[in-house]
């Protein structure tokens, strides 16, 4: 079962999980030459981004990608790389690595292919991934009802190209096998409406209709699950 972790504000959620994270890298770190972090993208881990950037870590032995990523340039607003650069990879974290999505391909089709290469040169398993989660119980860019979820819960690839029916954008996302390929997985919420999904995804019910539950229910990873309100 997923471990829960209940923060009473939005600051001691971003402490607790900055503490969480950097632990993990450090253990990696002193045990192999290279650590992955895998980070989402969105409103939410904004505040995580500045607090990890300030970390005492041998961020040059660290890198960073992404769980997923809607197909813009780097300089859309949009984009989870722009996220990441203008919060994460700054200060100390500035000596980390990065691996974006984006690849100038036209489409996350044609893209595919070359990433799941670069993905596969990675160090395995990661060794932490910080996951969010949609009022749909959507994980990475995993939707609910999205002709290619069937393919994203079972392919082998490390990505996939989706496009979503009802968000913006085409995307690139990991799949759940290259999720599940981590140490430590994280699962990152707040507020009493995704509270109340994931207490509907905890409970009976299709992995179809929330994907989330894809990792919420294996027991191969840890996940620790830090909510506030």
Same mark, same amino acid.
């Given at each position: 079962?997923?471990?829960?972790?209940?923060?009473?504000?939005t &600051?001691?959620?971003?402490?607790?999980?900055?503490?969480?994270?950097?632990?993990?890298?450090?253990?990696?770190?002193?045990?192999?030459?290279?650590?992955?972090?895998?980070?989402?993208?969105?409103?939410?881990? =904004?505040?995580?981004?500045?607090?990890?950037?300030?970390?005492?870590? =041998?961020w040059?032995?660290?890198?960073?990608? *992404?769980?997923?990523?809607?197909?813009?340039?780097?300089?859309?607003?949009?984009?989870?790389?722009?996220?990441?650069?203008?919060?994460?990879?700054?200060?100390?974290?500035?000596?980390?690595?990065?691996?974006?999505?984006?690849?100038?391909?036209?489409?996350?089709?044609?893209?595919?292919?070359s *990433?799941?290469?670069?993905? *596969?040169?990675? &160090?395995?398993?990661?060794?932490?991934?910080?996951?969010?989660?949609g009022?749909?119980?959507?994980?990475?860019?995993?939707?609910p009802?999205?002709?290619? *979820?069937?393919?994203?819960?079972?392919?082998?690839?490390?990505?996939?190209?989706?496009?979503?029916?009802?968000?913006?954008?085409?995307?690139?996302?990991?799949?759940?096998?290259?999720?599940l390929?981590?140490?430590?997985?994280?699962?990152?919420?707040?507020?009493?409406?995704?509270?109340? =999904?994931?207490?509907?995804?905890?409970?009976?019910?299709?992995?179809?209709?929330?994907?989330?539950?894809?990792?919420?229910?294996?027991?191969?990873?840890?996940?620790?699950?830090?909510?506030?309100?």
């Amino acid at each position: 079962m997923p471990s829960l972790r209940e923060c009473t504000d939005t &600051p001691k959620l971003t402490a607790a999980l900055t503490q969480h994270v950097a632990k993990r890298l450090k253990e990696d770190l002193a045990r192999q030459e290279q650590a992955v972090l895998v980070v989402s993208g969105g409103r939410s881990p =904004v505040a995580l981004f500045q607090a990890l950037a300030t970390q005492s870590l =041998v961020w040059s032995r660290v890198v960073i990608t *992404l769980t997923d990523e809607r197909w813009v340039p780097p300089d859309h607003a949009d984009s989870n790389e722009a996220l990441v650069r203008t919060h994460l990879l700054k200060q100390r974290a500035a000596m980390a690595s990065f691996l974006p999505f984006w690849t100038g391909d036209s489409t996350p089709e044609s893209a595919a292919p070359s *990433l799941c290469a670069s993905l *596969l040169e990675l &160090p395995s398993p990661f060794s932490t991934l910080v996951l969010g989660m949609g009022e749909d119980g959507h994980m990475a860019s995993l939707f609910p009802g999205s002709a290619e *979820l069937a393919a994203g819960l079972i392919t082998p690839d490390p990505v996939l190209a989706v496009n979503p029916a009802y968000a913006p954008h085409a995307r690139m996302s990991l799949s759940l096998n290259r999720i599940l390929q981590s140490r430590d997985i994280v699962l990152m919420i707040s507020g009493a409406a995704k509270r109340q =999904v994931l207490e509907e995804a905890l409970g009976e019910g299709p992995v179809e209709d929330l994907p989330v539950r894809a990792i919420l229910r294996q027991s191969a990873v840890p996940v620790s699950i830090y909510w506030a309100p």
